[in-house]
């Protein structure tokens, strides 16, 4: 059972940064499409970005060149590093595994982390 848990939430004000931290057991970060995903309160969860097995990222348009993912293979960890936040970036922040294809959609992802919270003030 593949177990996903992310860190590094918290509050900030805009124009601020921080790191998401996903580790996991029992997946090898190597092996398959890792993904951000977020979602506020009424809304459908949205993805944010993702990186493939061979490193390529993508990112939605409303966060790239202020966001970054990445993954420490030694570590088994996925990282997201969000700059220059801005209040519509608060939500909360899952990071997800695809087994098949790329962690860009919410339907194609087999595991989720619990989340963490973002929230980011004016």
């Known amino acids: 059972q593949v177990q996903l848990q992310e860190s590094g939430g918290g509050s900030v004000q805009a124009g601020g940064s921080l790191r998401l931290s996903c580790t996991a057991s029992?997946?090898?970060?190597?092996?398959?499409?890792m993904g951000w995903f977020r979602q506020v309160p009424g809304k459908e969860r949205e993805g944010v970005a993702a990186?493939?097995?061979?490193?390529?990222?993508t990112y939605s348009d409303s966060v790239k060149g202020r966001f970054t993912v990445s993954k420490d293979k030694a570590k088994n960890t996925l990282y997201l590093v969000m700059n220059s936040l801005k209040p519509e970036d608060t939500a909360m922040y899952y990071c997800?595994?695809?087994?098949?294809?790329?962690?860009?959609?919410?339907?194609?992802?087999?595991?989720w982390g619990q989340g963490t919270q973002v929230t980011v003030s004016s």
């Open positions: 029992s997946v090898t970060y190597t092996a398959y499409s």
């Open positions: 990186i493939e097995t061979d490193g390529q990222t």
């Open positions: 997800a595994v695809d087994l098949l294809g790329s962690a860009t959609l919410v339907t194609g992802i087999d595991y």
